[in-house]
């Protein structure tokens, strides 16, 4: 039943090794007078400190593009390499950050003279597609290619290609894919039809001008490429890929842009989930058990592009000018935080239903419900190479919890007559019933195997006892399965039990009794008792700790215990200057503090 299971799943899902978010920093031609940033060489740059201006504070990145590069570098040095992976079934994210004004939508779009990441990374997408379709290699693909376009606008998601004021709704399936249901999707079979979709579209984005940037955009713009393929020859595997072009709002400080009533609202929503997505990366970068990825609409959608599945580059976009200085220095420290990601990309192969052998482009179920952008992608517990089959212990060494568990099972099946009826699982939602039945599959073939085990024991047992001269008191215990014995130094086992005890507990401190201090045991001892934190806690605590120290505004800091205005302020300075904590004993590092 199980490789039935499997079978109609016909998903594989192949890992590839981890992939950092790569960064790279552009950094924009001056507009006026001496800059306050420069580069050192290809990869590291430096800018001057604001507490000290003799001095100059330095950093390393993927690529640093100085003012002088082009479009074609950047897109030679930094995104064409990652659009090879898209023919491999795998993800693609490309991302332009910065501050109003610093030159994203110069480098995203560009202009006909000059064209950007877009119109670049299309045109070898379509056209590699073409030369992939066409090479005489021993498996065969055809392609497909198609695009949506949307933007977040004041945290509603808008369809770019057929405009209308309805928020889309981003839904996750049961895989975990993020999904738009009823965003527009168009198919793309050249160069040519990309423009006709993509030109009059990008006019329906949201810009309007503010002190900073005549035409700034007031929205994040996400153009969203599916490129899916279908395997010509048996056994017709399909991959879809998904590439994802970003180009972010900037982040705005309203003293200077001078922004009033729609403007401020607009660029509220702006920094407020700029605000989200740094502080995604951060609880990646940290390892924290919640990632905020629902706080807001744009980090949704970049969950795959960030600790996700795809293969990322950020283009961190700087402005030279003085005014610009703070700007900068958060949007350097952003990107030098970023590069600590690391995604886990993979190959997605599925096997059509049988009977829908079409190419991708005629087949409905490849374009994932006519509208949605995003490729089906099975669940980690679904994919045979997630976690193969259990296969059977040698009978002395199996588990006591697993035999206790197949004994219950038993009891169960007898129970319901023993006919191999189904477990009433119908309520249950999908995900946990396949794991369910899995689970039951495996412990039904176990339990089988053991019993043969068993048996042949036994009679193994019975022939050897008859061939051996009798023992002089003869045993009338049946045979027992051996049992394996682990010995853990005394300590050991009653930390342990205090773990487990907590585990089971769900309490956050427990009251234990203190080992007896004399030894002796006697009746009369007092004993002595000690608390003890659950240690998960300890652990989330110091790394909500940290998140506040790097995120908190001042009036967050002054509510953590001992910290009042002054040091709220050199914690702000500190993390402004030497970028985010990264544990609570850097604080002794903050002039005047103590880790206390
Ligand atoms: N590398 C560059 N070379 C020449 N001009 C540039 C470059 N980068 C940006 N510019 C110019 O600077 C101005 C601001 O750039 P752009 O609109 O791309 O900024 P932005 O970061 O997208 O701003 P916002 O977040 O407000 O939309 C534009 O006039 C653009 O043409």
Redesign the pocket.
């Known amino acids: 039943m199980l490789s039935q299971q499997r079978a109609s799943l016909a998903e594989t899902r192949r890992a590839c090794p981890p992939a950092r978010v790569r960064v790279c920093v ?1 950094l ?2 001056s ?1 006026q007078g001496d800059p306050c940033i420069r580069g050192l060489n290809s990869r590291s740059l430096e800018i001057i400190n604001w507490r000290n201006k003799n001095e100059t504070m330095q950093y390393q990145f993927d690529t640093f593009y100085g ?1 002088e ?1 082009t ?1 074609h570098d950047i897109y030679t040095g930094s995104v064409q390499p990652v659009l090879c992976h898209l023919l491999e079934g795998q993800n693609a994210s490309v991302l ?1 950050y ?12 560009g ?1 006909p003279q ?1 064209p950007g990441m877009i119109p670049r990374a299309l045109r070898d997408v379509l056209q590699m597609t073409r030369e992939a379709s066409c090479s005489p290699g021993s498996e065969q693909w055809d392609y497909s290619v198609s695009m949506s376009y949307l933007e977040i606008y004041q945290e509603k998601v808008l369809d770019l290609l057929e405009p209308s004021q309805q928020d889309l709704l981003i839904r996750e399936d049961q895989d975990r894919n993020i999904l738009i249901p009823g965003l527009t999707e168009r198919e793309l079979g050249s160069f040519g039809d990309f423009e006709r979709h993509f030109l009059p579209a990008s006019c329906n984005r949201t ?1 309007a001008s ?1 002190r ?7 929205s994040h713009t996400v153009l969203l490429v599916r490129v899916a393929q279908a395997q010509r020859a048996p056994p017709h595997h399909r991959r879809v890929a998904k590439l994802c072009l970003i ?4 982040s ?1 400080d309203n003293r200077r842009t001078g922004n009033r009533g729609l403007r401020l609202k607009e660029s509220g929503a702006i920094n407020a989930s700029l605000h989200v997505l740094s502080k995604v990366v951060d609880a990646l970068n940290q390892g924290l058990p919640r990632v905020p990825y629902r706080d807001s609409k744009l980090t949704r959608l970049l969950q795959d592009s960030l600790g996700g599945s795809a293969h990322s580059v950020i283009i961190a ?1 700087v402005a030279p000018e003085q005014r610009f200085y703070f700007d900068t220095l958060r949007t350097l420290n952003f990107a030098a935080k970023s590069k600590q990601v690391v995604n886990r990309p993979f190959t997605q192969e599925m096997l059509p239903p049988p009977g829908a052998r079409k190419r991708p482009a005629e087949d409905p179920v490849a374009s994932s419900e006519g509208t949605s952008p995003e490729a089906k992608r099975p669940h980690e517990e679904e994919s045979p190479e997630a976690e193969p089959l259990s296969s059977l212990l040698p009978l002395g060494q199996m588990d006591p919890g697993l035999v206790h568990r197949l004994l219950a099972l038993e009891q169960l099946e007898k129970q319901q007559g023993g006919t191999g009826r189904r477990l009433p699982l119908l309520n249950t939602p999908r995900r946990e019933r396949v794991a369910l039945l899995r689970q039951l599959e495996e412990t039904r073939s176990e339990l089988q195997k053991l019993k043969e085990k068993q048996k042949e024991l036994e009679a193994t047992s019975l022939l050897e006892k008859a061939c051996q001269p009798k023992p002089l008191q003869h045993s009338k215990a049946p045979i027992r399965p051996w049992k394996q014995a682990v010995v853990l130094p005394l300590q050991q086992v009653q930390t342990l039990q205090r773990e487990k005890a907590m585990a089971k507990s769900n309490k956050s401190v427990l009251v234990v009794q203190k080992q007896s201090q004399s030894g002796s045991g006697a009746e009369n001892e007092v004993p002595a008792w000690e608390l003890m934190l659950r240690p998960d806690l300890v652990a989330q605590s110091r790394a909500n700790l940290v998140a506040v120290l790097n995120e908190g505004s001042a009036k967050e800091l002054r509510a953590l215990h001992r910290i009042g205005d002054k040091k709220a302020r050199l914690i702000m300075a500190w993390r402004q200057i030497h970028g985010p904590f990264t544990q609570v004993e850097d604080l002794k590092q903050v002039e005047g503090m103590t880790a206390k």
């Open positions: 552009r924009r031609p507009s003012d590069a479009q332009a910065g501050p109003t004004g610093a030159g994203k939508t110069h480098t995203m779009l202009s000059q810009v503010t900073l940037n005549d035409r700034s955009s007031r180009d972010l709002a900037g705005e976009n």
